[in-house]
């Protein structure tokens, strides 16, 4: 069995919704388990900023499934709630990356694991490490929160729900 993590964006319409229903389809596949979830955070986009803020969450999932197969998963999720593609970076009603997979690193065609900006991404790594707070980057065998603590940007990255009670990890503002 393999252990994969994903993160979740949106930031068109009902975007609790379309994030709830992405776990949802992702769960009603026979063979992906969703063990974990972080809380929602809503984020300031980063990239194209002239748009609106995001919704964004980590799912940690075991699965009998490739990597190539999860891929495939996730982009179906994304047709089935009519993504379209805009362009690179810009608005989307949702977005699934696979961030890890086990401890594996992938270079295909189509498909890099990690995913090669996960490390720079305060909007990834708040609720990847919310779910996972030890876990390491397999390229460079160090632990996912010293990256974090490299990003001056994490204001940008808002508790919007919790899920997990008062254990969940919960970057302070203040
Ligand atoms: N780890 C990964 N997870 C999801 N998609 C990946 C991954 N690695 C490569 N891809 C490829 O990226 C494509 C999706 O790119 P997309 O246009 O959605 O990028 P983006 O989400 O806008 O930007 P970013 O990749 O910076 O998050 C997919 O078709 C897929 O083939
Ligand atoms: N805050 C935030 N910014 C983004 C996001 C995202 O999910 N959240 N996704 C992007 C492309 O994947 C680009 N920029």
Known sequence: MNTAYISLGSNMGDRAG??????NILSSHGKIEVTKRSSLYETDPVGFTEQDQFLNMVIEIRTSLSPETLLHQCLQVEIDLGREREFKWGPRIIDLDI???NHETI?????????????????????????APSIEHPSFNAPLAEFLDEIPDKEGVRLWKQINGEDAYVHSES
């Open 18 to 23: 379309y994030l709830e229903k992405a776990i």
């Open 99 to 101: 961030l890890l997979f």
């Open 107 to 131: 270079e295909a065609e189509n498909l890099l694991i990690p995913h090669p900006r996960m490390q720079e991404r305060a909007f990834v790594l708040i609720p990847l490490l919310e779910v």
